[in-house]
């Protein structure tokens, strides 16, 4: 029988995005996005789950079902709102999250850009202009000071890769273009932000230990298609995971698997369930990619930042959790340096244009009243947590 046990010192825990939870983050480039006529967007996203007021109770909740950290982002167009000008009570906001955080023996895991962009860095190029870069760094370098001994771990970029794809080839995410040339600049932007906040996190006050997280599917090839399968993944996967080599840590974020014959990507497989989301039900997806950014990155230490499914049935989450961590192990079990597994998400919360449809959580929101409900795969999962180890026998 397989081992069911994770090491010693394996971290639990699970993640939100500012923008998503917080509500009222009217200035940045998402807000404008969710109100500009002709966007895919079906909702905007209002108040969110008001997690900028209600974080102490939602950590406390966090804490008690036996997860030992907390992934979350910082809202740059909060502390820096205009350029050169930062809000001192939007860092002490954020810094008493992280010690909140502490307080019930939970890692801080900060995140200093998922998605959300100022208007005004917008305004001056957005993410193909390459001084973003530089004023990316500085906005790194100036919360690290303020937060620096309170985080655990820094998380430099939420998925550069899917802010320049979504949001430079496809058209999807703000700013809504589709160029294959700014999508390669923006690419080149986002590595070039990447390095230099991992620079300025470091040398600021804590030094913490810093990386990137990258969304990767496992990209499969049928009918031929290895060829663009594998330009896919140069542009979309590769030029990140090269950049990430020699830092302290990746963090892998995976849903499900794509597929692509020689005329592209194709839908799902027939016969295959779906998600809310329209992926695949392919929790083992989690592993391949767990395996390919070990190979990639020659060898940086893991941490799974994001997994997870958005479903209205809680026992098909458990379904799909259990299978994920099962490939995690075997990870392990070859000796990739796994280090930790953060589900997405903690709340039911507005999941960009599918709005508030689609149900990540662990626990529940109610929209009208914000009141919290915890879902069984939420005490489950904080089971596993708690005894560090999966509670039945391989098959």
């Not at 397989?2 to 394996?10: K, N, R, Y």
Request: hydrophobic fraction near 40%; charged fraction near 25%.
């Amino acid at each position: 029988m397989a081992s069911l046990v994770f090491p010693d010192g394996f971290v639990w825990g699970t993640a939100t995005a500012a923008h998503q939870v917080e509500g009222g983050n009217w200035n940045n480039d998402w807000w404008a996005w969710e109100h500009m006529p002709g966007t895919p967007c079906v909702e905007p996203s209002a108040d969110a789950c008001d997690h900028y007021h209600r974080y102490p109770e939602d950590l406390r909740l966090l804490a008690s079902l036996g997860f030992t950290a907390y992934r979350f982002s910082l809202e740059w167009s909060r502390i820096e709102p205009e350029e050169g000008h930062f809000s001192r009570a939007a860092l002490d906001h954020y810094r008493r999250m992280c010690a909140t955080c502490h307080e019930h023996g939970l890692e801080p895991i900060v995140t200093y850009h998922h998605f959300t962009t100022p208007r005004w860095v917008v305004a001056r190029g957005g993410w193909t202009e390459p001084a973003t870069a530089d004023r990316f760094a500085r906005f790194c370098e100036r919360a690290t000071a303020h937060l620096g001994d309170l985080i655990s771990r820094a998380c430099t970029l939420n998925e550069p890769n899917i802010v320049a794809t979504f949001g430079h080839r496809w058209g999807l995410f703000p700013p809504g273009r589709r160029d294959v040339d700014l999508h390669l600049r923006a690419n080149d932007v986002l590595v070039a932000a990447h390095r230099r906040a991992v620079s300025a996190i470091k040398g600021a006050r804590g030094g913490r230990p810093a990386g990137l997280t990258l969304a990767m599917q496992d990209l499969q090839a049928v009918d031929g298609g290895e060829a663009r399968r594998d330009e896919e993944r140069r542009v979309t996967e590769d030029v990140f995971l090269e950049a990430a080599r020699g830092d302290d840590f990746m963090g892998v974020q995976t849903y499900t698997r794509l597929r692509y014959g020689p005329d592209g990507m194709r839908g799902p497989e027939p016969g295959v369930p779906t998600t809310q989301m329209g992926y695949e039900f392919w929790p083992a997806a989690l592993e391949a990619t767990i395996r390919r950014a070990w190979a990639v990155t020659e060898h940086v230490p893991l941490f799974v930042t994001e997994n997870g499914i958005a479903t209205s049935e809680d026992s098909e989450r458990i379904e799909y959790v259990e299978l994920a961590l099962r490939g995690v192990l075997a990870c392990l079990r070859d000796g990739i340096d796994v280090r930790g597994y953060i589900y997405w998400s903690l709340l039911d919360n507005f999941e960009w244009v599918l709005g508030y449809r689609p149900t990540f959580g662990l626990i529940a929101v109610d929209r009208a009243t914000q009141q919290r409900t915890v879902k069984p795969s939420a005490r489950w999962l904080g089971s596993v947590a708690r005894a560090n180890r999966l509670d039945r026998p391989t098959t």
